[in-house]
């Protein structure tokens, strides 16, 4: 517990913050974490106790907003710890409603003498008159809401027998009160008052329905759960065949259906329930599916976008849109303009995010899975059967709704032809770039090492930029590592994963992994002891260029630039054709004083069909092998220009803690793609161990690349690297700064850098979707922000410096610049040079 001076210090900090939107720990030294975590809960009405700081170090994220009826909504991720009621609010309120929703985590909640057992998507309604307590006993995510006017609610409570009002969650009213809480969630930080105020009504009327109220014994005793699951199919066919002929009428609805098939509407309810839907969720699934269709029919044109939704049933255009965006992802006037042109619609990186439906049916399979009892008659031995009333549904509606697939673990072979040093006593290892030796497109825990080391061994790495296809006669032609790497033909690739995304290539059918991420990286190397809570030392020791391997090449380097659409510039062109993909080939030039690089030729990209039949009208899958007789080669570009080079690594990381693959374009507190040329030999860079061995991989290998990295890629160019792997224990580093590393540092021979980033921790910090969230939610103010916090903390904590001295040489010292632009999580990054803070001997 933080002393009262250390809380009196933090009073400053939490107050100059003009609202608690995105407040977390990380910005504050590690001695006043505990008191403005603290601060930031009193100014919610709550308090916490915190364990330990050497057991379990504290983090935690806040983000509160005020509804314009004064309820107060905060979204709350942390470490374990313990929340309560303050004592002097206990009995001092009236007429107000505590909703404690865990969207992410365990707990176990205690309300006077009762106490109750919270997972993951389990809401309770809590009386703040009433003693509580939340033992949080993992990291967790919530969303806490103090409605304000919420006087029946309030009143049902405390009329009934339990002070621990359970809102049932498996289906009904409470299943859409929990999507509600969960999208409220994902989309706290776009929520103004306005919005919260006229949620309230809504979230009210929900929580009271689904309160549980005799909820089972109603079930038990409900004559419909005798039809058996045969007759119950043959129902549901009938319902939505009369659906399907009534969408066009826009006053379809449950009692309607119900009179023609005379059926009861509560029996009709339990048969979509039963197909994980709702019958009103249904009908709106089914006409967004007919409207899509008529959007892309040529034969329909002169029909407006209007006229087509109010074709099919919709009476109010706007919400069509509304609704229509959230099922696809795309505008409908978008979806239109992109009709016979698929490959617009995919020009998104990362994975996309889970629509309203796959993320409605994934939560209520998880709380089904806590032993939530099911809303059909269908045993629970018989998980089959669920499925039979799914298929139905995409049966008659001519439409299968695929799930986005979990994917599944990466590994390397454990082919043990490689020819790797693995004694535990060698001081140096070497790393050959093979298939067997990289994975691609993406991080995970679970990837077998390819070399075990000690600290203080050194490892020579040899890399491969993913982009060598591009000119495959200069970059792969003859060399074996690139050769095995690369190769694809009809019968199948060698490296057959190339992202996080689905092995079976569901989403886009781009390819294995989806090119969800896209580095080749050679790894992971796993280091002897580690633990989370050490820091890993990387010191670049040497990086030197592939050469070439055709006889035509032999001694030459070459490497690519991309000005692909993922880039800065794509939407912003000048001249025709707009837009355009334009890859530039250049050539290394070494000579003993000045080391270049020269512009060969370059070419605008074409459909390119890889082995599979699958055509990339643009580079949306790494390694696609480029037929050069498909382009148009433009010779004397950038003729007078002369690149000096400065060779780095893109892309140096550990292993996140994430159970699940890892995108490799976002960079965050595990490093990645960070893209700073500053990451060069002689330099030195420091990441917090999440995993034991650390796991660390190297990839996205870089001739040159200009801060900010503007058109979407560096000069490409496959390196190889000599670096030296120094462990830092947790107990050896207690009290300084390392021992408060949470994000990547960087070290050179004259200057500190501090690398901020929009989202500081994104896979922590924005939850479920959070690969697919981190390309829509990036600012460079953001990354700004997380870079002055950063280099705050890392003046007062590493140098001794107070607040206000650290502020001032900040604003007059400290040289700020755009890393990059391109990666999803943008990144700034501040560079302090050493001279500014030698001291005297």
């Not at 992971?524 to 820091?535: H, I, S």
């Not at 460079?780 to 007062?796: G, Q």
């Amino acid at each position: 517990m933080p002393s009262s001076d250390s809380i009196s210090d933090v009073k400053a900090w939490v107050s100059m913050l003009d609202n608690l939107n995105r407040f977390s720990t990380d910005a504050f030294p590690g001695e006043l974490r505990a008191g403005a975590w603290l601060q930031t809960l009193a100014r919610i009405g709550l308090t916490c106790d915190l364990p330990p700081s050497e057991r379990s170090p504290l983090h935690g994220c806040a983000s509160v907003s005020i509804s314009s009826h004064a309820s107060v909504f905060a979204k709350l991720h942390g470490s374990p710890q313990i929340l309560h009621s303050p004592q002097d609010a206990v009995g001092k309120r009236n007429d107000v409603v505590l909703i404690l929703a865990l969207l992410e985590g365990q707990g176990q909640l205690s309300v006077g003498p009762e106490s109750a057992r919270m997972n993951a998507g389990d809401i309770f309604l809590v009386n703040p008159q009433q003693d509580w307590r939340l033992e949080l006993q993992t990291a967790f995510t919530a969303i806490l809401i103090e409605l304000k006017e919420a006087g029946f609610l309030a009143r049902l409570m405390r009329t009934g027998a339990s002070d621990l009002n359970r809102v049932v969650t498996n289906h009904g009213a409470g299943g859409i009160s929990a999507d509600f809480l969960y999208s409220i969630g994902e989309h706290f930080d776009g929520l103004s008052p306005e919005d919260l105020g006229q949620m309230e009504a809504s979230l009210t009327s929900l929580l009271i329905a689904g309160m549980a109220r005799n909820g089972d014994a109603e079930e038990a005793s409900d004559p419909d759960a005798e039809h058996s699951t045969s007759v119950q199919l043959g129902h549901l066919r009938r319902v939505c065949r009369s659906i399907e002929n009534r969408l066009t009428d826009p006053e379809v609805s449950i009692s309607e259906i119900a009179r023609i098939e005379n059926l009861s509407a509560r029996y009709i309810q339990k048969l979509f329930a039963g197909g994980d839907t709702t019958f009103g969720e249904y009908v709106k699934k089914r006409r967004l599916d007919r409207c899509r269709n008529d959007l892309a029919n040529s034969a329909l044109k002169h029909l407006t976008i209007c006229e087509l939704c109010f074709r099919w049933g919709f009476n109010d255009a706007a919400n069509f849109s509304r609704a229509f965006n959230l099922e696809f992802g795309i505008s409908p006037k978008a979806y239109r303009a992109s009709a016979g042109k698929p490959v617009a619609l995919h020009l998104q990186r990362g994975r996309p995010a889970i629509n309203a439906a796959q993320t409605s049916e994934k939560r209520r399979n998880s709380r089904k899975a806590t032993g939530a009892v099911s809303a059909l008659h269908i045993p629970d031995e018989q998980d089959g059967l669920r499925h039979q009333f799914t298929s139905i549904l995409n049966e008659i509606a001519e439409y299968e709704v695929t799930a986005l697939p979990l994917p599944e673990h990466g590994h390397i072979s454990a082919n043990d032809e490689v020819s790797l040093k693995r004694s535990v006593h060698s001081k140096h290892h070497y790393i050959p770039v093979s298939d067997k030796t990289v994975h691609w497109g993406y991080f995970c825990k679970t990837i077998k090492p390819v070399v075990t080391v000690q600290s203080g061994d050194c490892v020579t790495i040899e890399t491969l930029t993913q982009h060598a296809y591009d000119d495959y006669e200069r970059m792969i032609k003859g060399d074996p590592g690139a050769e095995s790497v690369f190769h694809w033909d009809a019968k199948g690739k060698s490296v057959d994963r190339r992202g996080s995304g689905p092995i079976d290539s569901s989403i886009y059918g781009r390819g294995a992994g989806e090119g969800f991420g896209v580095h080749i990286c050679t790894g992971p190397v796993y280091v002897q002891d580690a633990e989370p809570g050490d820091v890993l030392e990387i010191r670049i020791l040497d990086i030197q260029t592939r050469p070439a391997a055709a006889e035509e090449y032999v001694g030459k380097s070459f490497g690519s630039n991309a000005a692909s659409w993922w880039g800065f510039h794509y939407h912003d062109l000048l001249t025709e054709p707009k837009p355009r993909e334009v890859v530039t080939i250049y050539e290394i030039e070494h000579a003993a004083h000045d080391c270049c690089a020269k512009a060969v030729y370059n070419f605008r990209w074409t459909p390119q069909t890889d082995p599979f039949g699958v055509r990339h009208d643009t580079i949306d899958y790494p390694g696609i092998p480029v037929d050069h007789s498909s382009i148009v080669k433009n010779y004397g570009v950038l003729k007078n220009a002369r690149i000096p080079i400065r060779p780095h690594f893109g892309v140096m990381a550990v292993a996140p803690l994430l159970d699940d693959e890892v995108d490799s374009v976002p960079p965050g507190s595990f490093g990645g793609n960070l893209d700073n040329w500053r990451a060069a030999k002689g330099s030195t860079l420091f990441l917090p161990v999440a995993v034991p061995g650390a796991l660390f991989s190297v990839g996205d290998p870089h001739a040159s690349q200009g801060d900010s990295e503007l058109c979407g890629t560096a000069i490409e160019c496959s390196l190889t690297g000599e670096f030296q792997l120094v462990l830092h224990k947790k107990k050896d580093i207690a009290g300084s700064f390392l021992d408060e590393l949470d994000h990547p540092f960087l070290e050179s021979e004259t200057e500190w850098v501090i690398q901020g980033l929009s989202y500081a921790n994104h896979l922590v910090e924005l939850g479920a979707n959070a690969q697919a969230d981190i390309y829509k939610k990036a600012s460079l103010d953001m990354a700004m922000r997380d870079a002055f916090r950063k280099t705050r903390r890392y003046l007062m904590t590493a140098h001794g410096l107070n607040e206000d001295e650290a502020i001032s040489l900040i604003s007059v010292a400290v040289d700020f610049g755009i890393t990059q632009v391109v990666n999803g999580n943008w990144g700034v990054h501040a560079i302090i040079k050493k001279t500014i803070l030698c001291r005297d001997e």
